[in-house]
């Protein structure tokens, strides 16, 4: 049972345009919501978060936008670089047992 | 500062055989736990530690056994491999369990194939 979920397994975004990534949950007990970026190789590595109390978070090109109704986490990365070209996961926290639950991934790819 | 370093990088294992898994971090993070990656499968708690002494079952536990014995070591013990255990396997430490100003840093993950 996949609590967490990333529908589309893959992107592609021209260099400069939008990037958009969703993930929707299931899970009432999540309240930390996270994404991770990932290249090949490597570790996966933090790049931005939102708690349930909010609708949006921003940090520089990347904004991720909770919409607790509809249980949908999104992450726009604007404009889009090639060096964001990477897996993304999203990631929830449930309250009740402390533990984190990733998503399948998102494979983005920017080009030129 | 290496964070958290993971060894060996690849490895290659017969069913039934065991080995350990090493992963070690110099940040003084409590937390520390393991996650397997596959494909179509997203990353998955295998065991977790919240410190030294400590440890607790994720997910997908089964086959894997793990200690932490102190703050910056949390080896990963394959017992009798198979091939089920075949994937990526990623090592992860946070000043707590990687919620709220506590992102997880991960290693740089061990490619193992059990065949």
């Known amino acids: 049972d996949q609590q967490v979920k990333q529908n589309s397994p893959s992107l592609s975004v021209q260099e400069g345009r939008i990037s958009i990534l969703n993930c929707d949950y299931t899970n009432s007990m999540f309240d930390y919501f996270l994404w991770y970026k990932k290249y090949p190789a490597e570790g996966p590595t933090f790049l931005i978060s939102?708690?349930?109390?909010?609708d949006k978070n921003e940090d520089g090109r990347f904004t991720v936008f909770l919409n607790k109704s509809a249980k949908h986490l999104s992450l726009h990365i604007v404009p889009s670089q090639p060096g964001d070209s990477a897996v993304y996961f999203c990631a929830a926290r449930n309250y009740n047992t402390d533990k984190l639950i990733f998503g399948t991934g998102t494979r983005l790819q920017v080009f030129p | 500062n290496a964070g958290v370093t993971q060894t060996p990088k690849f490895q290659v294992l017969k069913t039934g055989q065991s080995m350990t898994l090493q992963c070690a971090q110099d940040?003084?993070?409590?937390?520390m736990s393991w996650y397997r990656q596959d494909p179509g499968m997203g990353l998955r708690l295998i065991h977790y530690s919240v410190g030294a002494g400590i440890t607790d079952q994720g997910e997908v536990p089964n086959g894997y056994n793990v200690s932490r014995s102190t703050t910056e070591d949390f080896p990963l013990r394959l017992l009798s491999a198979a091939p089920s255990q075949t994937s990526v396997y990623f090592c992860?430490?946070?000043?707590?369990?990687?919620?709220?100003?506590?992102?997880?840093?991960f290693g740089n993950g061990t490619r193992l194939t059990v065949t």
């Open positions: 940040m003084n993070h409590e937390y």
């Open positions: 939102i708690s349930s109390i909010k």
């Open positions: 992860a430490s946070s000043r707590s369990t990687g919620g709220y100003n506590s992102p997880l840093h």
